[in-house]
């Protein structure tokens, strides 16, 4: 045993300082050897897949050897909210009961700091004309005032959803550098110095793969130095990964130019005549291209849409605008940095297209000869349309390859942990996925009594899931279980139709009703928690990243198995390439994805060891299939039913067991 596996494991011992100085704190043999694995990869420089199952402790588990390892480390979380919890909850407190004097620190991307620029860029706009925004962006000012850091997460009551996010942030379109008048205030500037500065970086996925991905968001120049990286809810990385390694135009992007460009005519004499009437019919051309878009399913592969009518003289269209934009904007880009960014970002925005639509190499693009990169069988090019724009998508297949190279380069240990990573008690598809090459694993189980802590229920009599009347024979099974556990539910749904059709029968039901959508995400778990007896119906979002531990949450119900849309334009190129490849494409693609999919929304039931609940598996092809057997053994050992009455016992005896503790 080596000596930072040496003090990991004395640190998590019972006799330990965690245990003398957390309150509350437990031992826990897996969370010892999981932190024992990760620390044995830090010494070799190794690569870990670990899958930590719920109630392991693997925060803990990470940072103990972490911050013990005298090594700088990187450690990227799923969201943002997962980023503050770890920084501002669980770090401090590991860091304390080790007392260690380590500097951490906390780095988002840039669109969530403030930009004093933009802020007063946006100041009197008339789309804050609203009194409720008017009264968002006062608050936002004020609190500029105070603020240490820039964080728009101390803002709690600015909804994630407010138009302000884009008018007082920016990206890596916008940003104006060291040209910025800000710069020496600048929030994301002084963030990345406090990072680079510091021993442990707390970051997000999105962060990351930005930059893995090039997209500068200012923090390439941290990795480095990292000897060792941690990435928690590792099962999110494929995904996001082809997200960052693709890119796309957008109606919005667009938008959000033409009105950045007008907006810096406040600054510069005379600027307007110049730029409003290219602005105008730039702002009018997406107008129409949306328009011509009318008819087509709301997502497609390029084809489909190249193939409609007049989309083609459309796009040629829309490229002519952005043109006369760039060609506009070059007068003024010397007199404002402002305008020197803008004519980047549309000559930038005009390449993207170009390589969308196959521009022959030599073209030129939005003002300057641009190379557009001959068509690759790796990647798919797909459209999506939104209720007023749509996004033209470039998605890589595979990006296997980028991430093996980047960890091939960085020499550092590489640790990828979730709940949800095996399949069938099996790491190759995340491995596939990742490119890893030789590598550790470790399976942790959930340390949960599951026998006594929840139960299993697969209502009988179920149609096919792909039947017009499923939903509705699905709510007929579920009522009971409804009643038996007095609502206190979750219902997640694989589709917004099943989950709409839902709501609409639940509306009289004697419980609270909660719908995704209806508001934020955070608004309505907090009145879920506080109704006590409520059902809440959610869709993706729902599956993972919530946690409602106790009473409140006492059945989890899925609808269907959740593999991904058949259509969906980017998963019909993965399984072909998979095809090509001489692979099984549902067995290598559709199963293990849908598979960790079910683990994220089962994991959802039971939180803590005082936790009580039935999981409602209701899609018949569990049984029926012989697929089903895989998702079943990726479950934990909770036992299964068929029987109602099962259910109702089960609920009767948690029912027995809060009147004897009262008592």
Known sequence: MTSLTARTAAALAADGPLAGRLPGYVPRAAQQQLAVAISEAMDTRGTLVAEAGTGTGKT?????????????????????????????RDLPRVREALGVGLKTALLKGRANYLCLYRMEQAKG??????????????????????????????????????????????????????????????????????????DLVVVNHHLLLADLALKQEGFGEILPGAQSFVLDEAHQLPELASQFFGEAVSARMLNDLARDALAECRSVTGALATVQAPVRALEQQLRELRLAM?????????????????????????????????????????????????????????????????????????????????????????????????????????????????????????????????????????????????????????????????????PRGLPEPNSRDYTAAMLDAVWPVLEASHGRAFLLFTSHRALREAAERLADGPWPLFVQGSAPRNVLLERFRASGNGVLLGAASFWEGVDVAGEALSVVVIDRLPFAAPDDPVLEARLEAVRRGGGNAFRDEQLPSAVIGLKQGAGRLIRTHADRGVLVLCDPRLLGKRYGRVFLDSLPPLPRTRSLDDVKAFFARAADRVLSESA
Not at 403 to 431: D, K, Y
Request: with cysteine; hydrophobic share 40%.
């Open 294 to 458: 009318q008819t087509l399913p709301p997502r497609g592969p390029q084809g489909r849409l190249l193939a409609e009518p007049g989309l083609e003289d459309g796009l040629d269209a829309l490229a002519d605008a952005m043109h006369a934009l760039h060609d506009a904007l070059a007068t003024l880009a010397e007199a404002s940095p402002g305008f020197a960014a803008c004519r980047e970002r549309i000559a930038d925005i005009g390449a993207r297209l170009a390589r969308w639509r196959l521009v022959e190499t030599g073209e030129e693009t939005a003002g300057e000869e641009q190379e557009a990169p001959p068509r690759r069988d790796f990647d798919v090019r797909w459209y999506e349309l939104t209720q007023r724009g749509f996004t033209l998508q470039r998605t890589p297949l595979d990006v296997a390859g980028p991430l093996r190279a980047f960890r091939e380069r960085s020499g550092a240990a590489w640790i990828f942990t979730s709940a949800t990573l095996a399949v069938g008690g099996q790491f190759h598809h995340i491995a596939r996925k990742l490119g890893l090459g030789e590598h550790a694993t470790l399976l942790e189980p959930s340390p949960f009594d599951w026998p006594t802590q929840a139960l299993c229920y697969l």
């Open 60 to 88: 803990y588990a990470y940072l103990v050897p972490a911050l013990l390892s005298g090594q700088r480390v990187i450690v990227s979380t799923g969201t943002r909210a997962l980023q503050d919890q770890l920084y501002h």
């Open 125 to 198: 706009e008339a789309r804050f004309a609203s009194r409720e925004q008017a009264s968002q962006f006062q608050r936002v000012v004020a609190w500029s005032r105070g603020t240490r850091r820039g964080d728009l997460a101390e803002l709690a009551d600015l909804p994630e959803d407010s138009p302000l996010w884009p008018a007082i942030t920016s990206n890596t379109e916008n940003c104006l550098g060291s040209e910025c008048p800000f710069w020496d205030e600048c929030f994301v500037v002084r963030a990345r110095q406090q990072a680079q500065a510091a």
